[in-house]
C-alpha cells in the first residue's frame, strides 16, 4: 500500500502542532491548589512530552502513527478535565492478577489488555517519572 508525500506531510503538521500544543500547556498549567508544585508538573508535561515523541520520532507506518495522535490528545483532554498531568492507571479486568500458584504472564497479559487507549506508549516497557 502506498502512502501519498501529502498524507505524511499533513500528518508531520498534525504531530508537531500537538507537540507545539503541548508546550503551551505545560506554559500555562495551572497545578492544582494546595496539591502539587505547578512547575514540578509543568517541568513533567514538558519532560514525558519530550521522551516519547523522541521515542516515537522514527516511526513510519500512518496507521501507528494516528494511534499515537490520538493518544496524545486523549492524554491532553483527561489532564485538563482532571487537572492531573500524570497518566490515570487503568482498572485491571477481575481476574487477571496472578494468585499464588498460577503463572505470572497472566498478570503481564492482563496488564497489557486492560491498558487503555492514552496510555499504549507504555507497553514498549517506558514508565513515566512521576514525582
Given amino acids: 500500500m502506498s502512502v501519498s508525500a501529502a498524507s505524511l506531510s499533513s500528518q508531520r503538521q498534525r504531530v508537531l502542532s500537538l507537540y507545539r500544543q503541548i508546550l503551551r500547556l505545560a506554559r500555562q498549567w495551572p497545578g492544582r491548589p ?5 512547575a514540578t508538573e509543568a517541568a513533567y508535561i514538558r519532560t514525558e512530552a519530550g521522551t516519547l515523541f523522541r521515542q516515537h520520532k522514527s ?4 496507521a501507528v502513527i494516528e494511534s499515537h495522535i490520538a493518544e496524545a490528545e486523549s492524554r491532553i483532554n ?3 478535565h482532571y487537572n ?12 487477571c492478577l496472578a494468585t499464588p500458584g498460577q503463572p505470572k504472564r497472566r498478570t503481564a497479559r492482563g496488564m497489557d489488555d486492560a491498558l ?8 514498549s516497557g517506558y514508565a513515566p517519572k512521576i514525582k
Fill in 34 to 38: 494546595g496539591v502539587a508544585d505547578p
Fill in 59 to 62: 516511526l513510519s507506518d500512518p
Fill in 78 to 80: 483527561l489532564a485538563l
Fill in 84 to 95: 492531573i498531568p500524570y497518566p490515570r492507571m487503568p482498572n485491571l479486568p477481575p481476574g
Fill in 116 to 123: 487503555p487507549a492514552y496510555m499504549k506508549s507504555y507497553k
